[in-house]
Nanobody, 124 residues
Framework: QVQLVESGGRLVQAGESLRLSCAASGRTFSAYTMGWFRQAPGKEREFVAAIRWSTGYTSYTDSIEGRFTISRDNAKNTVYLQMNSLKPEDTAVYCC?????????????????WGQGTQVTVSS
């Protein structure tokens, strides 16, 4: 089992930055891919970014327009999501997820483990 705990979400003003963290514990770390997803009220869950744990290869959704950066610290078993130039439409619960098998990183069905999420609210 893998436990994922997110932190770092809070209320910010538009244009500000936040860094989210996702700490993994348990059966670590045979994860193949770590991803960040978000879900806004009344909307479906959306893929944000993913990173291949061993190589650091990253992928992003187009909608973040280069404002977000995913990274990982292997020694700390932690994945980060640096979010810059935040917009009100970035408001959502952000969850991290871990997959132990390869596959398309944007597919939520790929992921075996999920955190509880952290709330990010961006005011205009």
């Amino acid at each position: 089992q893998v436990q994922l705990v997110e932190s770092g979400g809070r209320l910010v003003q538009a244009g500000e930055s936040l860094r989210l963290s996702c700490a993994a514990s348990g059966r670590t770390f045979s994860a193949y891919t770590m991803g960040w997803f978000r879900q806004a009220p009344g909307k479906e869950r959306e893929f944000v970014a993913a990173i291949r744990w061993s190589t650091g290869y990253t992928s992003y959704t187009d909608s973040i327009e280069g404002r977000f950066t995913i990274s990982r610290d292997n020694a700390k078993n932690t994945v980060y999501l640096q979010m810059n130039s935040l917009k009100p439409e970035d408001t959502a619960v952000y969850c991290c997820a871990a997959s132990v098998v390869p596959g398309h990183p944007a597919a939520a069905s790929l992921y075996d483990y999920w955190g509880q999420g952290t709330q990010v609210t961006v005011s205009s």
